[in-house]
């Protein structure tokens, strides 16, 4: 579990992040959703650690990041899988290569070791016989899979995915969901996931909230989000279903 406490975060003066309380469960997709400029990225970058908020605390588990020192803040990299939004894979690396990569900074496995993880992490995500193909020769949706055997690769007990269905078609998008959210049943991850993708969050989500101008308006799962009472996240529903229906010709 990863607990949020009174988060926040300014620039320039201006708040971003305004007293976020939240907490995210272990084996469900927890959803941070809102408008561009709402400030859930920024929220995704505290905790992870990429930037520090100017209160509040981010508990992982019964540690707090902000007692961390150097080592326990590695020990806990090890325990975090990210996906980029756009995969992030280095070009000049095979998919293999790119799956073994974070085993070579935090595993002393032999190369041996590291292939046989890294293969498994494929078959996991459905990639197979691509091993020494390079990231300009997979589709984009075959990019997010190596993306996320990348992820887990090192068994993380949290995952953290920023728009993984940016500049996905629809289909794929529903497959990538779906795989986020098996593999997060499965290893009993806790998986934040940052979208305002209407489709995810309606698929996936376990646990969902809403931030608004840096606010948290309103927390619920999917099945609550279409009967809520807070306008904003209405406004965001209906906005999201209307440029959809205009996309599909309806």
Known sequence: MIKVENLYKSFDGKAVLKDISVEYEAGKCNMIIG????????LLKNLIGLMEPDS???????RRLSQMGYDERKALRQNIGILFQGSALFDF?????????????????????????????????????????????????????????RAIAL??????????????????????????????????????????????????????????QGSLLWQGDRHSILKTDCIQLRDFVCANTLARNII???
């Open 155 to 212: 068994n993380p007990e949290y995952l953290f995915c920023d728009e993984p269905n940016s500049g996905l078609d629809p289909y794929t998008s529903i497959l990538i969901d779906r795989l986020i959210y098996d593999l997060t049943k499965e290893f009993n991850m806790t998986t934040v996931v940052n979208t305002h993708d209407m489709n995810s969050i309606l698929e996936i989500g376990d646990k969902i909230g809403f931030i608004s």
């Open 35 to 42: 408008a561009s400029g709402s400030g859930k990225t920024v």
């Open 248 to 250: 599909e010709g309806r």
């Open 56 to 62: 509040g605390e981010i508990c992982y588990g019964d």
């Open 93 to 149: 690396a095979t998919v293999i290569e790119n799956v073994m990569f974070p085993m070579e900074f935090f595993t002393d496995w032999s190369a041996a070791q590291r292939r046989e993880r890294a293969q498994y992490c494929l078959e996991k995500v459905n990639v197979i016989g691509s091993d020494d193909k390079y990231p300009n020769e997979l589709s984009g949706g075959m990019q997010k899979r190596v993306g996320i055997a």
